[in-house]
């Protein structure tokens, strides 16, 4: 089964840096396995494996290929945010977070007041 969390897109420049690392032979066994593993995770590729078939190609546990998966999650992330500078924020943008946060906000005080925090 695939993972339907944490799920991996690398983009065509991260796939070629992974790529590379894997072919140039100067790095230790342990990041050529985790590059290999998140090539085979990713998402973007037409060939999908399951995580257990990606676990027995490299002779590892599934829970091993899933806390892979689960340390390019954030990984990206934080890619997605250091590209958030290029983004131009415009007033109305600005206004609708406004608007969720307070609507969020009341929603639940009323919330709270109705139930409290009950044990």
């Given at each position: 089964?695939?993972?339907?969390?944490?799920?991996?897109?690398?983009?065509?420049?991260?796939?070629?840096?992974?790529?590379?690392?894997?072919?140039?032979?100067?790095?230790?066994?342990?990041?050529?396995?985790?590059?290999?593993?998140?090539?085979?995770?990713?998402?973007?590729?037409?060939?999908?494996?399951?995580?257990?078939?990606?676990?027995?190609?490299?002779?590892?546990?599934?829970?091993?290929?899933?806390k892979i998966a689960?340390?390019?999650?954030?990984?990206?992330?934080?890619?997605?945010?250091?590209?958030?500078?290029?983004?131009?924020?415009?007033?109305?943008?600005?206004?609708?977070?406004?608007?969720?946060?307070?609507?969020?906000?009341?929603?639940?005080?009323?919330?709270?007041?109705?139930?409290?925090?009950?044990?």
């Amino acid at each position: 089964m695939r993972t339907r969390e944490n799920k991996v897109y690398l983009e065509a420049e991260q796939r070629a840096e992974l790529v590379w690392m894997t072919r140039n032979g100067k790095r230790g066994a342990m990041e050529i396995n985790h590059a290999n593993i998140l090539l085979d995770l990713d998402e973007n590729q037409e060939a999908k494996y399951t995580q257990k078939q990606i676990a027995s190609k490299y002779r590892m546990c599934p829970e091993t290929v899933a806390k892979i998966a689960r340390f390019a999650y954030p990984e990206q992330l934080r890619i997605l945010i250091s590209q958030l500078d290029h983004i131009k924020v415009s007033s109305e943008m600005v206004v609708v977070l406004i608007v969720n946060t307070v609507l969020a906000l009341s929603i639940f005080v009323f919330a709270y007041r109705k139930c409290g925090l009950e044990s």
